[in-house]
């Protein structure tokens, strides 16, 4: 189970619906405990999908598709969790968008997602967000979907 506010499903679907048609992103930081994932910040990052990016995944993948796929910089992702270390914070997820198509991660998505992280999606329809999911990774590397709790 991942538990966050209103707040921060709030900046998810606001950040989608901005980058829109493209995906967005961005990192949850948060921690642990025998609730499940407790979030306590939602950080929007840059869609840094470019060629570099491209050329790191297999498979026919251009800049352009920024409107498919997702990356967030090493460097960011880096400062993150270094920023999150000093708060006794961790990086427990990552959340994209899905333009125009559902909240279900697709084969790429899967492919590049590590375990122990809650990937939240956002579908996006039209340029308004809408189904929002998580998603975290089985023992077999097979997503499973994750219950999403309202905090205050």
Known sequence: ?????QEHLQTIRTHAESTYPDE??????GYVDTE?????????????WNTEAAAEFPGKRTAESK???????PEVMLRTQREGRDRSLNIIGIFHSHPDHPAIPSECDRL?????????????????AGELES????????FQAEAIENII
């Open 1 to 5: 189970m991942i538990r966050l506010s």
């Open 24 to 29: 967005c992103c961005g990192i949850i930081l």
């Open 36 to 48: 499940g994932k407790i979030v306590v910040e939602v950080m929007p990052t840059e869609n840094a």
């Open 67 to 73: 409107r498919r796929q997702y990356a967030i910089a």
């Open 112 to 128: 590049y997602a590590w375990q122990g992280y809650s990937y939240i999606i956002v579908s996006v329809q039209n340029g308004k």
């Open 135 to 142: 998603w975290s990774l089985d023992d077999h590397h097979q």
